[in-house]
């Protein structure tokens, strides 16, 4: 037995192995196919050529070394074709003239003319080129050499992770290029041991990975993973040839005619121990490698493990958002969330500020996007998700949030920095991240639905009590005014003392003013808890807003104030009362015109936005005093107001609150701080399918749908 058949016997076996794997993985894929017929070329290559090392027998080793060349032949032919397919080329003329070319090798093969003879080496019978043998040699040299620039070509021309793709390939094809001293071989004028079997293994071995779970791993990890292998490599198959090389004679004297299989067990002894050392030295270069990855993968499971602790939504978008770009240091990261009042995915948290153009506000429950994730639920890379006209992802990451079925939202990531790739532990912890931002989303929506249901509740009660607390307060407060109005009237016709009849007329004045104050209290009140009869119809919002202008400018101008608008150019239809919309935003305008009380830039802008085809929202801006950030939230309870006691009931926001809950919409507003300004934005639902001329039609039995 040859001991020098065993590798490229192995190899072939490795090579059957890889090919299949990967043809099974995809049969789809043409990528995938044209691969595995790259495999299996070879691995005809290297049975040959092991069963040509076996024979003892020069004409059958010559017969097999033919067979052999039957797979050699494709070899050049099926790596062009993947490198084309690869790189998504149009080679539709170049690609059968290949094939077509390969043909004349296969009727030559059998022939003297491509191996003229055999010759004995001491690994065992080699062939020796024939004299048409160049022809097939510079055929190789072409299309090796033609591929490689193609994807030196493209490496220069795309960024991300299609980059290193590329680089994985080039690896891999750099590699190979080594094998070619098993041509040079067949020449009489090199006798160098044919290791292109090691090539092989290498070669396949990286185009396998690069195809399979290339975007998972940095080339920088490849390298040192597939120079560890070819160390190992080299040692379980080097030491054993080497014995047999120049020991051979050393062991015959030894062992006699069995000397060979000393090396035999020399090589089971260390493809024993080869793959321990091999898992070894690998755990201990990518501990030095992956030393900031490693870090910041442990700060994840942490983050994991404390964020369902987190109750407020908004706080909890934040703080994962903060915690992946801080620790991981990605360019951008941004998370989205289920709304079902938008019927969206609905922008939570984006940073930094400056990345906000990436991600669309609103994404459609039923966008490419979301598709994709309910398809795959798992992390998916940039290149998986492909373009995406709602986020712009760049070598980024999109990690879906689960909770059975459902989608509850997902979180948008940048690529690392200096373009570094997601590794397949980066994937595995981010996956256990999602696990627990949605436990945690779905924990921060319990206690928002129990909050809301006991603000609702606490509201309610207060409406029941409105209405018994005006009854009883509105009359007595009524006689008290008018007995002080009766009094100031008497009294003054009987005091002559300029001193005295000033204090009598002042302390009337005061009770009539805190009477009418009371009284003003009540009838907001009033408004507070009082059904709005009014039934709501198809309006234009334009001619809502310029109706609310009319009205209130004389107000604005004589308070110095700048108004400006801003308006969408297509005409948007909402149902609702015209005379509530507008009551809204006087609401607003007069809050404004208070907190300019003191500016020296007094300015109001109005603006209208489509923040999807659905929803449009109205915003209304000043330069006002602002407000607190802990007052964001409470500003639009009952009797709230930072106003003085004399200025303001607390009812006004809260009333147009009211208002914009009728019209189906919601309302908030927003503040960088004190004396930063402040706006008050509500958003209402668009009414669809509706005409300008239908608003001339009287009595319309239309259905109106949102």
């Keep these: 037995m040859n001991p020098y058949a065993i590798p490229p016997l192995i190899t072939c076996i490795i090579l059957i192995g890889i090919g299949t794997f990967v043809l099974l993985k995809n049969i789809t894929s043409k990528l995938n196919i044209i691969f595995s017929l790259f495999s299996f070329s070879m691995a005809l290559w290297l049975f040959g050529y092991t069963k040509m090392y076996l024979n003892k027998d020069p004409s059958l080793a010559l017969q097999w070394a033919r067979i052999g060349f039957l797979g050699i032949i494709f070899i050049p032919v099926f790596a062009y074709h993947f490198i084309i397919s690869f790189l998504n080329l149009k080679r539709k003329i170049i690609l059968p003239v290949i094939y077509l070319l390969a043909i004349p090798s296969l009727i030559l093969s059998q022939t003297n003319l491509i191996y003229s003879g055999i010759k004995e080496h001491f690994w065992g019978y080699y062939p020796t080129a024939g004299k048409v043998y160049f022809l097939f040699l510079s055929m190789f040299g072409v299309l090796f050499t033609r591929g490689v620039l193609l994807l030196f070509t493209q490496l220069k021309k795309e960024t991300g992770i299609k980059k290193e793709q590329i680089k994985y390939v080039c690896l891999a094809f750099g590699l190979g290029t080594f094998g070619v001293v098993d041509y040079l071989v067949k020449y009489p004028i090199f006798d160098i041991y044919p290791f292109g079997y090691i090539c092989a293994i290498l070669f396949n071995g990286l185009i396998a990975y690069a195809i399979l779970r290339y975007h998972l791993l940095d080339i920088k990890v490849a390298l040192t993973r597939a120079g560890i292998f070819v160390i190992v490599y080299l040692l379980v198959l080097g030491i054993p040839l080497l014995l047999t090389a120049w020991g051979r004679y050393w062991l015959q004297g030894l062992f006699g005619t069995a000397w060979y299989w000393t090396p035999v067990i020399l090589v089971i002894i260390l493809a024993t121990v080869g793959p321990f050392i091999y898992l070894f030295l690998q755990r201990r270069a990518e501990d030095i490698l992956l030393k900031d990855q490693r870090r910041y993968q442990k700060a994840l499971r942490e983050a994991a493990k404390s964020m369902t602790r987190n109750r407020d939504l908004d706080k909890l978008a934040q703080a994962i958002d903060l915690t992946v770009t801080e620790q991981v240091r990605v360019s951008f990261a941004a998370i989205y969330l289920k709304d079902e009042e938008y019927n ?76 570094q790739m997601y590794t397949q532990d980066d994937l595995i912890v981010f996956e256990t991240l999602s696990y627990s931002t949605a436990l945690a989303i779905e924990n921060s929506q319990f206690w928002k639905e129990l909050e809301d249901r006991y603000r609702k509740a606490r509201l309610q009660e207060m409406d029941a009590f409105s209405y018994s607390l005006a009854h009883e307060i509105d009359n007595p407060m009524t006689f008290v005014f008018n007995l002080a109005r009766f009094l100031k009237g008497h009294f003054l016709k009987y005091i002559t003392d300029p001193e005295e009849r000033s204090e009598v007329e002042g302390t009337c ?75 809204i935003l006087m609401i607003f305008a007069k809050n404004a015109i208070h907190a300019m009380k003191y500016s020296q830039e007094k300015k109001l802008n109005l603006k209208v936005t489509k923040v999807s085809h659905n929803i449009v929202r109205i915003a209304v801006s000043d330069t006002g005093y602002g407000i607190k950030k802990e007052n964001l939230h409470t500003i639009f309870e009952p009797f709230f107001t930072s106003k003085a006691s004399t200025e303001g009931t607390g009812m006004g926001l809260h009333n147009a609150k009211g208002f914009v809950l009728r019209h189906q919409g919601r309302i908030w507003a927003e503040s960088e701080g004190e004396d930063k300004g402040a706006t008050f934005i509500f958003e209402l639902p668009i009414l669809q399918d509706v005409k300008p001329e239908d608003f001339k039609k009287k009595d319309s039995k239309t259905d109106w749908a949102y």
């Design 509 to 583: 004045d005061i009770i009539m003013e805190g009477s009418e104050r009371v009284m003003g209290m009540v009838k907001a009140i009033r408004q507070f808890g009082q059904k709005t009869t009014g039934e709501l119809e198809p309006l234009n919002l334009q001619e809502v807003i310029e109706g609310f202008f009319k009205l209130y400018s004389p107000e604005l101008k004589a308070n110095f104030i700048i108004f400006t608008k801003e308006m969408p150019d297509e005409i948007i239809y909402v149902k609702g009362v015209a005379a509530e919309l507008q009551q």
């Design 344 to 419: 969206s995915f609905k922008r939570k948290h984006f940073f930094p500020p400056k990345e906000k153009d990436r991600f669309s506000e609103f994404i459609p429950l039923d966008a490419d996007l979301i598709k994709i994730l309910y398809e795959y639920r798992k992390p998916l890379t940039s290149e998986e998700m492909g373009h995406q006209d709602k986020i712009n992802l760049d070598s980024g990451l999109v990690i879906p949030c689960f909770m059975e079925d459902e989608l509850l939202g997902f979180m948008v990531l940048g690529p690392k920095p200096n373009n």
